[in-house]
């Protein structure tokens, strides 16, 4: 099986108005505690990023931005065959009672969003964390479900969704390629 797209740059912005419009709903009232919005790498941060322009454009007050490097806090990383690449993680806000909501892309067997969790709480801890994705496929293997969904789609468990988020919004895409053998990466993996 080959590359399948599965919704277009039209589909992802109305998906990510969705989620900017739960989270100002949620914490954009001028009274409310500050919070952070923290992608993961790699394709969270681009969509965390896209989250906090088009808050800024409904007239909310905006988050805080964080990224966050999951890498080392994974269950696989002595199950891959190359060396993963390490990211900075930049948090530029007390983590200690802090308001975050987590960013990702997909949420698939919620291991990522684990690690992410531990990976936060290393930081510090915070009074709440909430999970905002794109793409919710629905098949979690761990209890992690999220706050805010984008798009909840369904793809057979041989198949990997992949989302393209470039600087150019109108080129945004989602598909499914084939899914790598467990402890490998397919090519669009770090």
Do not use: H, W
Request: hydrophobic fraction near 45%.
């Amino acid at each position: 099986m080959t590359e399948q797209q599965l919704c277009t740059a039209t589909d992802l912005a109305a998906a990510i108005d969705r989620i900017a419009d739960a989270i100002v709903s949620d914490f954009g009232s001028p009274d409310a505690p500050e919070y952070a919005l923290v992608g993961l790498y790699r394709a969270g941060v681009p969509l965390a990023e896209r989250l906090l322009e088009t808050i800024i454009r409904r007239g909310a007050r905006p988050p805080v931005l964080g990224k966050l490097d999951v890498t080392m806090y994974r269950d696989d990383i002595g199950l891959r065959r190359t060396l993963p690449q390490i990211r900075e993680t930049i948090l530029p806000f007390n983590m200690e009672g802090a308001q975050v909501i987590l960013v990702d892309d997909v949420l698939s067997s919620g291991r990522t969003i684990r690690a992410a969790l531990d990976a936060l709480t290393a930081f510090g801890r915070p009074a709440l964390i909430r999970l905002a994705v794109l793409i919710d496929r629905d098949n979690a293997e761990y209890p992690i479900r999220p706050d805010y969904v984008g798009m909840r789609i369904e793809v057979p468990e041989d198949r990997k969704i992949v989302v393209s988020l470039p600087d150019d919004p109108a080129a945004a895409v989602a598909y499914t390629v084939p899914a790598a053998p467990a402890g490998q990466s397919t090519p669009t993996q770090a």
